[in-house]
T-cell receptor, first 115, second 112 residues
Framework: EPEVTQTPSHQVTQMGQEVILRCVPI?????FYWYRQILGQKVEFLVS????????KSEIFDDQFSVERPDGSNFTLKIRSTKLEDSAMYFC?????????????FGPGTRLTVL | SQQGEEDPQALSIQEGENATMNCSYK?????LQWYRQNSGRGLVHLIL?????REKHSGRLRVTLDTSKKSSSLLITASRAADTASYFC????????????FGKGTMLLVSP
């Protein structure tokens, strides 16, 4: 069964450094998402992406965040200058159509630790 | 406003018993989805119920939706130790066609 994959599984970085989290969505899906989960807290929506542009973004998704689909398979989340509070599990998800119609399928997550 | 608040926060049962988890939400929804998360792992989709549906089954799972009360329940029948995980409801609102809003989850412990 097709699944969303994410790399790396764990990323450790120093405060102020840039990180790129990578995702490969399910191949025939058109909508892509990033969520994060700070330890012990809710899963929070960051951004959705469709047709090579951002569809929606939350207040969390400020100027230090960006997303890109550099080729036909990868979907990346870049954090330009990491802060301690960016430490969280980051989940990528994809769906065939928008969430109003479809299930979102989540990847296993990347645990980001900012020191 | 907070969406998708589950209760109880934690539930401990014996294998073979049924587990019921509830979810309440505040805004109008397009659909409601239940996910499972094993400790430190990713989210696994369990079931999606649309706003015009009242009940849905999948294997040992039964989900109900009451849009008048803005609530949903997830029933796991004949639970197994392997069902031990956190369970989250997530709502897709009418206005945000791509956003899922998650609750804090119910932590289920099934003892052998």
């Amino acid at each position: 069964e097709p699944e969303v994959t994410q790399t790396p599984s764990h990323q450790v970085t120093q405060m102020g450094q840039e990180v790129i989290l990578r995702c490969v969505p399910i191949s025939n899906h058109l909508y892509f998402y990033w969520y994060r989960q700070i330890l012990g807290q809710k899963v929070e929506f960051l951004v959705s992406f469709y047709n090579n542009e951002i569809s929606e973004k939350s207040e969390i998704f400020d100027d230090q965040f960006s997303v890109e689909r550099p080729d036909g398979s990868n979907f990346t989340l870049k954090i330009r200058s990491t802060k301690l509070e960016d430490s969280a599990m980051y989940f990528c998800a994809s769906s065939p159509r928008g969430t109003g119609a479809d299930t979102q399928y989540f990847g296993p997550g990347t645990r980001l630790t900012v020191l | 406003s907070q969406q998708g608040e589950e209760d109880p926060q934690a539930l401990s049962i014996q294998e073979g018993e049924n587990a019921t988890m509830n979810c309440s939400y505040k805004t109008s929804i397009n659909n409601l989805q239940w996910y499972r998360q094993n400790s430190g792992r990713g989210l696994v989709h369990l079931i999606l119920i649309r706003s015009n549906e009242r009940e849905k089954h999948s294997g040992r799972l039964r989900v109900t939706l009451d849009t008048s009360k803005k609530s949903s329940s997830l029933l796991i029948t004949a639970s197994r130790a392997a069902d031990t995980a956190s369970y989250f409801c997530a709502t897709a609102s009418l206005s945000g066609y791509s956003t899922l809003t998650f609750g804090k989850g119910t932590m289920l412990l099934v003892s052998p």
